[in-house]
């Protein structure tokens, strides 16, 4: 059909008819759509039907006076899916489409389609439309757009706007239809699908800023950007050189915005700071009754702070302070209007403030912005803030805590502990798989060089009925000085597992490293010719006294020469020899003494006072209780008219079980944890051992299906990973493979093609951790094909030199420890290859810690979209076996709590052009609708993996949201501490306390 032909074709014509017609010619032009929009994988369509249906929809698309709207609406209502077909030549319509969408979503009311059609299901498929086309500016880039017919429906034949534009320059009228349509959009699923492809589009602009393939636009090009912005976005391009918009600017708040903000959209900062804008400003008015709306608002705000772009911090603090706003607001709401989803939509926004903190955590060095974040913290424990005005001030241990609800206190005391222990720490030196310490009493003992250190050599005690700290009081024999008192605790609270090593300085640490030990200062040596010598003869009574006359009384007593007889004389003739013999031994005696101490050393050592040496020994337990104030007389009462312990409790680590209850808590994970199963499906398969087999090799799948897996996470090794692996049998231990074992292993790496079922969890896993979450995804295989491939593992050992998949993946390092053997290590081939004995693993008489909901989604590649209909969903079911499903009486059960037809199912089809359709199946619920990924949405190939990733934590967030029997990873560890307590409790006097901490520890003879 020639171009005169179908200009003057009467079906195109709107006045070759009354009015009457105008019904019939939208149905006819709407059964074409979806013929069309039928059309199958690698069916092939003749060009002439091709060519004649896309000037059908090209003349029905004309935006002018004589527009016929019940054609235009007929064609919208009846392509939703259009762009995903891979239809040949079908993106020259896409001016015309953009300029349709331009009257049809920015528009309030839409009183001109109203007569014709329900105005919601208009705009619902105008956004499906929508979402096809946004990926098209940044993929086709700089390539032009044909212009079809030109000038044959304009008035003026010089018109400028039938001329070619490229792809870029469409990008500000499409951002300005999105925000244009959430502005005037009341319905909440069509609402939904508009913040989902928010997120998509500022998250492939910021990842195609990110590798440096912006494109620089000269200037003529940047004119071209120009005519769409602000006055001349209603324009239409394909209206025959109009230059009037379309609609009033009453009806065009996308211009009203962009006059607001004035931000220049073509950046990936711009369009992040419009969306938070935007997001933030309704989340407080519009939205906040909302409930589904306001989890799509905060799961998008979540996704825009992961966003990798440079913005200003006080549009971050307005995002956070936004967030703190709404949680104000619902907990403020009557009591009459709280119930469990009011509850959810708080615990909601609880989350979304972690992750903006952990994602930014420089924000809390405001003092404005950690005051405001602190005050909804208390407000979420206690249920009412300290400062309710500038004059009140009411303290928190006046308060009595009456919170909206425990769900609400839960998510409150976890954004506490997220920013008192996680930002800033994350990833720790055990890296992202663990946020606690890889150090437990086993390492410690394996570790020390004291061989007579044994697991009841620690001290338990706990604080506050929520914190364990197990004591070591020897020293390791490391690094450590010896000569300081040393401990080295473990402390198990509600956030994970931490290591202490401390040694108690009494100088500073410079002065510690130069100083071995301690020597005191030495005594100056004596000087004797210091000084003027005097010889002076001591007299008893002053020479003035001989002076004195002496009186008769004086006289009275005879001298002793008168009174002397011969005999006295003989007598004292006598006593004066033996006098002056005296004399002369006291004086050789002196003499003799004064040679000895001449000849003796200065200082004497044995009269010199010296002060004590050093103590060697120390209670360290009882000085760091003691030192931080734990241990007092007080702490060991229990509190008046309170069913609490006391603050300070000790722990009976002889008493049988102990060491498994320790264990058990270990178990306990310190985030949710959610697993993703991988399958590829390839065209015409419809049995799971056909789709199982895809993974056997990479030549059997499509390179971009293994760039998408590399793009989730970071390979690891099963055997060595602290993290959750995908089954709780391999999950959480640092107890994985001793030092040969270890190297054994890394040897065996097949040099076989063995595919993507590497990452079946049995010897490596996908994995992916953030601050606040982790993610194993898993590409389940047939079990023989495993058997083999590890047998011959085993029988070969050659090297990985010649590995063709992935190899700069599985030569990847280990990101954690590598320990000791693992109480799984005993079971052989075929019991680690069956789902069926997956659960067995777990030692005999061990229950399975109580997880919660299972949370699993199912990612499918499908070669033919058709075949989504064919997926086994039911026969997978078995394949993808978490051990999160067993019962604790139960362990080798592998009922799931989970029908299969409730299993989130993630289909992704890859299109001829590069972008990538997806179609989400599975999320039921009061929460049918998870963001960013949405039914009919095409994604570009940089940001498939993000979203992939963030709409499975999205829907596993929202599972466990609307699960009765979830408990917070902290609440179900503080529930096992408390546990603990209650069974393994010192019931000691308080003397009997006292008492203990100076005595040794008792050492038993008991093999580990």
């Not at 993290?723 to 030092?739: E, K, L, P, Q, R």
């Amino acid at each position: 059909m020639s171009t005169d032909t179908a200009a003057s074709n009467p079906m195109f014509d709107a006045g070759e008819f009354s009015d009457n017609y105008e019904a019939g010619r939208a149905e006819a032009c709407g059964t074409l759509c979806r013929i069309f929009c039928s059309k199958k994988t690698g069916e092939d369509i003749l060009p002439a039907y091709l060519s004649r249906f896309y000037m059908l929809l090209i003349q029905g698309l004309q935006i002018a006076d004589s527009v016929c709207h019940p054609v235009l609406a007929s064609i919208i209502l009846n392509s939703p899916a259009l762009f995903c077909c891979d239809l040949k030549g079908i993106d020259v319509l896409v001016p015309y489409f953009i300029s349709a969408l331009e009257t049809i979503l920015p528009d309030r009311e839409l009183s001109k389609f109203k007569s014709y059609v329900n105005p919601t299901e208009l705009r619902r498929a105008s956004i499906n439309i929508l979402l096809s086309l946004l990926p098209l500016p940044h993929h086709f880039g700089m390539i032009k757009s044909e212009v079809v017919l030109e000038g044959k429906f304009s008035n003026d034949d010089s018109s400028a706007y039938d001329k070619p534009v490229t792809f870029l320059s469409l990008k500000l009228r499409l951002v300005n239809i999105l925000i244009g349509a959430l502005q005037t959009e009341t319905d909440p699923n069509n609402t939904q699908m508009i913040l989902g492809a928010m997120l998509n589009i500022v998250q492939d602009s910021a990842l195609l800023e990110a590798i440096g393939c912006q494109m620089e636009t000269n200037g003529g090009e940047n004119n071209i950007l120009k005519s769409h912005s602000r006055t001349n976005s209603g324009i239409s391009t394909a209206s025959g050189g109009s230059t009037e918009p379309t609609t009033p600017d009453s009806e065009r708040p996308a211009q009203a915005l962009l006059r607001d903000y004035a931000l220049h959209t073509d950046t990936a900062a711009g369009l992040l700071i419009r969306s938070i804008h935007l997001v933030t400003q309704r989340l407080n008015t519009q939205w906040r009754q909302e409930m589904s709306i306001s989890l799509a608002a905060l799961e998008l705000l979540s996704g825009l702070a992961k966003v990798k772009v440079g913005v200003d911090p006080s549009d971050r603090k307005r995002a956070i302070s936004s967030v703190c706003c709404y949680i104000v607001y619902q907990c403020s709401r009557p009591a009459p209007l709280h119930s469990r989803d009011l509850h959810s939509m708080i615990v909601a926004a609880f989350q979304c403030l972690c992750v903006w903190l952990t994602e930014h955590p420089d924000m809390l060095d405001e003092k404005d912005c950690l005051k405001e974040v602190l005050e909804i913290v208390e407000l979420g424990i206690s249920g009412s803030k300290s400062r309710n005005s500038e004059q009140e001030v009411k303290y928190k241990g006046d308060k009595e805590p009456n919170p909206a609800s425990m769900r609400v206190k839960d998510a409150a005391e976890a954004t506490l502990t997220c920013i008192m222990q996680i930002l800033g720490a994350f990833p720790s030196p055990s890296g992202p798989a663990s946020p606690c310490s890889l150090v437990n009493e086993i390492t410690l003992i394996k570790y020390s060089r004291l061989p007579s250190i044994n697991k009841y050599s620690f001290r338990y005690f706990v604080l506050d009925n929520s914190v364990i700290l197990a004591m070591l009081e020897q020293p390791l024999g490391n690094e450590q000085n010896d000569f300081f008192p040393s401990v080295t605790i473990l402390i198990r609270g509600m956030s994970g597992r931490h290591a202490w090593a401390q040694q108690l300085c009494l100088l500073p640490r410079g002065a510690k490293a130069n100083q071995k030990m301690f020597v005191p200062e030495p005594r100056p040596p004596p000087r004797n010719d210091v000084g003027l010598k005097y010889s002076v003869k001591h007299r008893p009574f002053p020479e003035e006294v001989d002076k004195i006359p002496f009186v008769k009384a004086d006289l009275s007593i005879p001298d002793l020469h008168e009174i002397v007889t011969e005999e006295l004389e003989e007598r004292h003739e006598k006593l004066r020899n033996g006098m002056e013999q005296q004399v002369l031994y006291e004086k050789s005696i002196e003499q003799q003494m004064e040679e000895e101490w001449r000849k003796k050393s200065f200082p004497d050592p044995i009269t010199e006072c010296e002060p004590p040496p050093p103590a060697q020994e120390f209670q360290t337990a009882r000085l760091f209780l003691s030192h931080f104030g734990f241990l007092s007389l007080e702490a060991l009462k229990e509190p008046a008219n309170s069913r609490l312990p006391p603050h300070l409790i000790a722990l009976d680590s002889s008493l049988p079980g102990f060491f498994d209850d320790i264990g058990y808590l270990d178990l306990l994970p310190c985030r949710p944890f959610d697993t993703v199963f991988i399958f590829y499906m390839k065209a015409g398969q419809k049995t799971s051992q056909e789709i199982l087999k895809n993974a056997e090799s990479s030549k059997s799948v499509q390179p971009h299906f293994l760039e998408f897996l590399l793009s989730l996470g970071w390979s690891v090794d099963v055997g060595k990973h602290p993290g959750w692996a995908g089954h709780v049998s391999t999950s959480w231990s640092i107890n994985s493979f001793c030092d040969d074992e270890g190297t054994e292993q890394d040897e065996i790496i097949s040099s076989e093609d063995i595919g993507a079922s590497i990452f079946n969890g049995q010897r490596k896993v996908l994995y992916y951790a953030d601050a606040l979450t982790e993610i194993a995804f898993v590409v389940p295989s047939p079990l023989e094909s495993l058997t083999d491939s590890l047998e011959s593992n085993v029988s070969d050992q050659e090297s990985d030199s010649n590995m063709d998949l992935l190899p700069g993946v599985i030569k990847q390092p280990a990101l954690t420890l590598e320990l000791f053997p693992n109480h799984t290590d005993n079971l052989n081939s075929s019991q680690r290859l069956s789902p069926t004995s997956r659960s067995k693993r777990l030692p005999q008489g061990r229950a399975v810690p109580p997880m919660g909901p299972e949370t699993k989604v199912y990612v499918v590649w499908v070669e033919r979209y058709d075949d989504i209909e064919n997926f086994p969903l039911s026969d997978l079911g078995s394949e993808t076996s978490t051990g999160v499903e067993t019962t604790a009486n139960s362990s080798t059960s592998l009922r799931s709590s989970t029908p299969e037809k409730e299993v989130p199912v993630i289909f992704i089809h890859p299109l001829n052009t590069g972008l990538f359709r997806v179609k989400v199946q599975g999320v039921t619920g009061k929460f049918n609708m998870v963001i960013p990924l949405v039914d009919g949405m095409i994604v570009s190939r940089r940001a498939l993996g993000f979203l992939v990733r963030q709409t499975v934590i999205n829907i596993c967030r929202r599972k466990r949201l609307e699960s009765d029997s979830y408990n917070p990873p902290h609440v179900r560890r503080k529930q096992k501490i408390a546990d603990i307590v209650n069974k393994y409790k010192n019931k000691q006097l308080e003397p009997e306390f006292y008492t203990s901490l100076f005595q040794e520890v008792g050492l038993k003879n008991c093999n580990l």
